[in-house]
């Protein structure tokens, strides 16, 4: 996966650079208008994470570029703004999807994943981790070739978790990530477990190995190392 | 009472005590100088009888009612002084007594000795007394009408920028962003007041602006290095090999920081909201949201085990921003939510008319009103920031709805009604 990240503030800049690439993510990064412009007219990307304020110029305007010069590649657009307005604007304008500052690393790096693979593969390719096969677009899960029933939030849990596979995420990413910013609910993070359990419960009971690792007093890992 | 009424009473009972005085004063005057020419009359009326005797007329001829003459032997002629004095006497005509002025004076004409009583009558006490009183009331009417008229003229013209000045200052609203015209006026005093009035409300309103900007700037700020610190964490954890107190470290470090990001959020909300940067342009259907909101809570109701019931009327339209409609329904439920006891339960209702939200839950620490400012909460409730409500509030107010809460039996109800 090829990003290319537009954002003047060179510290996020530099967070999202350095979570997101290794594995097969490669990231170039724009700090102004002048150089995401120049980076769209030479190189083809799968997917630009887009900051709406840039200091030379507006956005929407690289969005617009970007549109007419690559149509197949993805836009996740990133802004302070938590204005409705921006967002739909945004969406109309053809970016895939929008996401407010401040938001959690492993957050931009499953929507970015989900565009990749609805651009990529219309969505009709299948995930696997270990012993699980995902369907994204029937929303049906298999371990070996049981089919589990999951609820909803359990499946966006699994989701989630594969999409940052080997990373730690903490219970307050997790739950932001189920129930948006509802979760500043007290007891969100016993919903968490309450799901993960349940998760785990499930893709156990039909022979399935527990990759859900616990990790005390933060929250948990999505990870086959360890597990036999 | 206003000051005019207030000034006006004062001079009149002034004036009252000032017409007491003067009147008294004025009945002194009247007599001693009534007595002065009482008692010249008497001494004219001596003259004349003394005239006439050394005319050789007959003292006979000489008496009348008020003159009385009588020859006294020489011998018995000591003192020649005139003697004043008050006394009573018959009124001609009516059966009672009256004061008198009387002349007594023994003189001797041409060798034989006379002794003149001469008398007059004086001026009642009673009367001049009544026509003192009767000159000082109409005197009193007459400042009376005169003063009326004065103030009724000065409210009208003199003090009418004056009431022009108080009108406005009423209608002064330091949110807004004009500062009222003044009419000019020729009064020096008003239009010191004016100019200072004036100034004073625009620079309120410029302080206004700079706190306003300041908490908008300073929330929005705040996010950007509040991601970077929140990315550097996420990065930090990617580290192999963090033992367990360094995870710890970390995730304690990420909450707070959670805590401090919405918070700012929810007051740039606020200052947005205050600014009315979101006013509606067009009704929203309340009934798709409250829906789309119920849809979201449903679930974290349940896993707290709530019992969550509703009662939705079709196509509820309310002229409210739609994302505000979102936030107020969004922020009454996750407040049911959070505020509620175990096995507790939360109704909605929503009508063309109103939102009732009622829910379970402990009894207020605080009186229900006081629930609305800023950072109170119910502190039994953990990780709530206090601004839900206030948020909530401040929605209503910009869009003039009226918002009820009351707690009743174990019973918290916030209704709100919207106008049409």
Same mark, same amino acid.
């Given at each position: 996966?090829?990003?290319?990240?537009?954002?003047?503030?060179?510290?996020?800049?530099?967070?999202?650079?350095?979570?997101?690439?290794?594995?097969?993510?490669?990231?170039?990064?724009?700090?102004?208008?002048?150089?995401?412009?120049?980076?769209?007219?030479?190189?083809?990307?799968?997917?630009?994470?887009?900051?709406?304020?840039?200091?030379?110029?507006?956005?929407?305007?690289?969005?617009?570029?970007?549109?007419?010069?690559?149509?197949?590649?993805?836009?996740?657009?990133?802004?302070?703004?938590?204005?409705?307005?921006?967002?739909?604007?945004?969406?109309?304008?053809?970016?895939?999807?929008?996401?407010?500052?401040?938001?959690?690393?492993?957050?931009?790096?499953?929507?970015?994943?989900?565009?990749?693979?609805?651009?990529?593969?219309?969505?009709?390719?299948?995930?696997?981790?270990?012993?699980?096969?995902?369907?994204?677009?029937?929303?049906?899960?298999?371990?070996?070739?049981?089919?589990?029933?999951?609820?909803?939030?359990?499946?966006?849990?699994?989701?989630?978790?594969?999409?940052?596979?080997?990373?730690?995420?903490?219970?307050?990413?997790?739950?932001?990530?189920?129930?948006?910013?509802?979760?500043?609910?007290?007891?969100?993070?016993?919903?968490?477990?309450?799901?993960?359990?349940?998760?785990?419960?499930?893709?156990?009971?039909?022979?399935?190995?527990?990759?859900?690792?616990?990790?005390?007093?933060?929250?948990?890992?999505?990870?086959?190392?360890?597990?036999? | 009472?206003?000051?005019?009424?207030? %000034?006006? /009473? @004062?001079?009149? +009972?002034?004036?009252?005590? *000032?017409?007491?005085?003067?009147?008294?004063?004025?009945?002194? &005057?009247?007599?001693?100088?009534?007595?002065?020419?009482?008692?010249?009359?008497?001494?004219?009326?001596?003259?004349n009888a003394r005239r006439a005797i050394k005319g050789g007329a007959p003292i006979e001829a000489l008496n009348t009612r008020k003159v009385r003459i009588d020859s006294v032997p020489m011998h018995l002629v000591t003192d020649t002084s005139f003697v004043f004095a008050d006394t009573l006497g018959p009124?001609?005509?009516?059966?009672?007594?009256?004061?008198?002025?009387?002349?007594?004076?023994?003189?001797?004409?041409?060798?034989?000795?006379?002794?003149?009583?001469?008398?007059?009558?004086?001026?009642?006490?009673?009367?001049?007394?009544?026509?003192?009183?009767?000159?000082? %009331?109409? /005197? @009193?009417?007459? +400042?009376?009408?005169?003063? *009326?008229?004065?103030?009724?003229?000065?409210?009208?013209?003199? &003090?009418?920028?004056?009431?022009?000045?108080?009108?406005?200052?009423?209608?002064?609203?330091?949110?807004?962003?004009?500062?009222?015209?003044?009419?000019?006026?020729?009064?020096?005093?008003?239009?010191?007041?004016?100019?200072?009035?004036?100034?004073?409300?625009?620079?309120?309103?410029?302080?206004?602006?700079?706190?306003?900007?300041?908490?908008?700037?300073?929330?929005?700020?705040?996010?950007?290095?509040?991601?970077?610190?929140?990315?550097?964490?996420?990065?930090?954890?990617?580290?192999?090999?963090?033992?367990?107190?360094?995870?710890?470290?970390?995730?304690?470090?990420?909450?707070?920081?959670?805590?401090?990001?919405?918070?700012?959020?929810?007051?740039? /909300?606020?200052?947005?909201?205050?600014?009315?940067?979101?006013?509606?342009?067009?009704?929203?259907?309340?009934?798709?949201?409250?829906?789309?909101?119920?849809?979201?809570?449903?679930?974290?109701?349940?896993?707290?085990?709530?019992?969550?019931?509703?009662?939705?009327?079709?196509?509820?339209?309310?002229?409210?921003?739609?994302?505000?409609?979102?936030?107020?329904?969004?922020?009454?439920?996750?407040?049911?939510?959070?505020?509620?006891?175990?096995?507790?339960?939360?109704?909605?209702?929503?009508?063309?008319?109103?939102?009732?939200?009622?829910?379970?839950?402990?009894?207020?620490?605080?009186?229900?009103?006081?629930?609305?400012?800023?950072?109170?909460?119910?502190?039994?409730?953990?990780?709530?920031?206090?601004?839900?409500?206030?948020?909530?509030?401040?929605?209503?107010?910009?869009?003039?709805?009226?918002?009820?809460?009351?707690?009743?039996?174990?019973?918290?109800?916030?209704?709100?009604?919207?106008?049409?």
């Open positions: 996966m090829k990003l290319l990240i537009v954002e003047d503030e060179p510290e996020l800049l530099h967070n999202i650079v350095s979570y997101m690439s290794g594995g097969d993510t490669i990231c170039e990064s724009a700090a102004t208008f002048e150089m995401a412009h120049h980076k769209l007219t030479g190189f083809s990307y799968d997917i630009v994470v887009l900051d709406l304020m840039l200091p030379d110029g507006d956005g929407f305007e690289v969005l617009k570029l970007l549109k007419q010069i690559q149509p197949e590649t993805g836009v996740l657009i990133i802004s302070a703004k938590n204005a409705l307005d921006d967002k739909i604007k945004g969406l109309e304008l053809g970016a895939d999807d929008y996401l407010t500052k401040p938001f959690h690393l492993p957050e931009l790096n499953a929507r970015l994943k989900a565009i990749y693979r609805r651009r990529k593969f219309q969505g009709r390719d299948e995930i696997t981790f270990g012993c699980i096969t995902i369907h994204p677009d029937t929303h049906e899960v298999f371990v070996r070739d049981e089919e589990l029933t999951l609820t909803v939030k359990e499946y966006e849990l699994l989701l989630f978790f594969v999409a940052n596979k080997g990373r730690a995420l903490t219970k307050q990413t997790i739950a932001e990530h189920l129930w948006g910013d509802n979760v500043d609910l007290l007891d969100s993070f016993d919903f968490v477990y309450q799901h993960i359990k349940n998760l785990r419960k499930k893709i156990t009971e039909v022979g399935g190995a527990d990759y859900i690792q616990t990790i005390y007093g933060l929250g948990y890992k999505f990870t086959d190392r360890g597990v036999s | 009472m206003n000051l005019l009424t207030k %000034t006006t /009473l @004062f001079y009149l +009972l002034i004036s009252l005590v *000032a017409f007491t005085l003067g009147g008294g004063v004025a009945l002194r &005057l009247i007599r001693t100088e009534v007595q002065k020419e009482t008692d010249y009359s008497l001494r004219d009326s001596y003259r009124h001609p005509r009516l059966d009672h007594t009256e004061p008198y002025r009387k002349l007594t004076v023994t003189k001797v004409i041409d060798g034989q000795a006379y002794r003149f009583a001469i008398q007059d009558v004086f001026l009642e006490l009673d009367d001049s007394y009544e026509v003192v009183v009767k000159i000082m %009331t109409r /005197l @009193f009417l007459i +400042l009376g009408f005169i003063l *009326a008229g004065v103030m009724f003229f000065v409210s009208r013209f003199l &003090l009418s920028p004056f009431q022009e000045t108080l009108k406005r200052i009423r209608s002064f609203n330091v949110t807004q962003n004009q500062t009222p015209d003044f009419p000019e006026t020729t009064t020096n005093e008003f239009e010191q007041l004016n100019a200072f009035i004036e100034q004073m409300m625009q620079q309120a309103q410029r302080d206004y602006r700079v706190l306003k900007e300041f908490s908008e700037n300073a929330s929005h700020e705040i996010q950007t290095p509040l991601a970077i610190a929140r990315g550097k964490l996420e990065i930090l954890l990617e580290t192999p090999n963090l033992d367990e107190r360094q995870l710890g470290l970390i995730h304690t470090t990420q909450e707070a920081l959670g805590r401090l990001s919405k918070t700012s959020e929810a007051l740039l /909300l606020l200052t947005r909201i205050e600014n009315q940067a979101l006013l509606p342009r067009e009704d929203t259907n309340l009934t798709e949201i409250t829906n789309h909101s119920l849809r979201t809570f449903s679930e974290l109701a349940e896993l707290k085990g709530l019992s969550l019931s509703a009662k939705i009327d079709d196509d509820v339209k309310v002229l409210i921003d739609a994302s505000l409609a979102e936030i107020l329904v969004g922020n009454l439920l996750k407040n049911a939510v959070r505020h509620n006891i175990n096995e507790g339960w939360i109704k909605l209702s929503l009508t063309q008319k109103m939102l009732t939200v009622q829910n379970t839950g402990e009894p207020p620490s605080r009186p229900t009103e006081q629930l609305f400012q800023r950072f109170q909460t119910n502190t039994s409730s953990g990780h709530s920031l206090g601004l839900g409500l206030a948020i909530v509030k401040k929605i209503c107010d910009v869009h003039h709805f009226d918002l009820q809460y009351t707690y009743e039996k174990d019973v918290h109800t916030l209704i709100v009604t919207f106008t049409s």
